[in-house]
């Protein structure tokens, strides 16, 4: 049973405009939220996260809200510009980064078209 | 500044042929992971470490075995390789921060 999902594989947004990624996730126990950007031949790079004590965190084009009754969290990219083309993965954890690792989403791949 | 350095990049092994990957990273962290990832299911959890000498199996740990004899490395072996074994090997050493990536290892079990 998937505990974080992203049900979108595959976005696509114009070139200046808000891309908005989705994630779920169902284990109640997940207190840390991250999200990760990953180019091809790449590996994942952290990109921001969230503390389930706040309901939003902001860094710069990048904003994380989160729903913790809806299980639900969402990454804003504004704008969208062409090199923010990549997989995004969320991740989560529990007790603030427990040592148990992360579990991820299986990924949205964000297409930003000039 | 290295982070998290993973060789080899890239291998094609036989059936049945063992290998060991290998991970090292220069932050000092105590926690080290190794991650797969396979087209449509993301990166899922082999084995992981909370520090030297300790080791602990992870959501897919069938078919692999690790050892951290020193805090900045961690192995990772196949003791007989299967095409189930085809895959993008990832390395990881976190703080609470979050997660610090190597670039990965293309594996192909042919």
């Known amino acids: 049973d998937q505990q974080v999902k992203q049900n979108s594989p595959s976005l696509s947004v114009q070139e200046g405009r808000i891309s908005i990624l989705n994630c779920d996730y169902t284990n109640s126990m997940f207190d840390y939220f991250l999200w990760y950007k990953k180019y091809p031949a790449e590996g994942p790079t952290f990109l921001i996260s969230i503390s389930s004590i706040k309901d939003k965190n902001e860094d710069g084009r990048f904003t994380v809200f989160l729903n913790k009754s809806a299980k639900h969290l969402s990454l804003h990219i504004v704008p969208s510009q062409p090199g923010d083309s990549a997989v995004y993965f969320c991740?989560?954890?529990?007790?603030?980064?427990?040592?148990?690792?992360?579990?991820f989403g299986k990924g949205t791949h964000l297409i930003i078209q000039p | 500044n290295a982070g998290v350095t993973q060789t080899p990049k890239f291998r094609v092994l036989k059936t049945g042929q063992s290998m060991t990957l290998l991970c090292a990273q220069d932050?000092?962290?105590?926690?080290m992971y190794w991650y797969r990832q396979d087209p449509g299911m993301g990166l899922r959890l082999i084995h992981y470490?909370?520090?030297?000498?300790?080791?602990a199996k992870g959501e897919v740990p069938d078919g692999y075995n690790v050892s951290r004899l020193k805090k900045q490395n961690f192995l990772l072996g196949l003791e007989s390789a299967a095409p189930s074994q085809t895959s993008v090997y990832f390395c990881?050493?976190?703080?609470?921060?979050?997660?610090?990536f190597g670039q990965g290892t293309r594996l192909t079990v042919v």
């Open positions: 990881a050493s976190r703080t609470i921060r979050g997660a610090f």
């Open positions: 470490s909370v520090g030297e000498g300790t080791t």
């Open positions: 932050m000092n962290h105590e926690y």
């Open positions: 991740a989560a954890s529990d007790s603030g980064g427990g040592a148990d690792g992360l579990t």
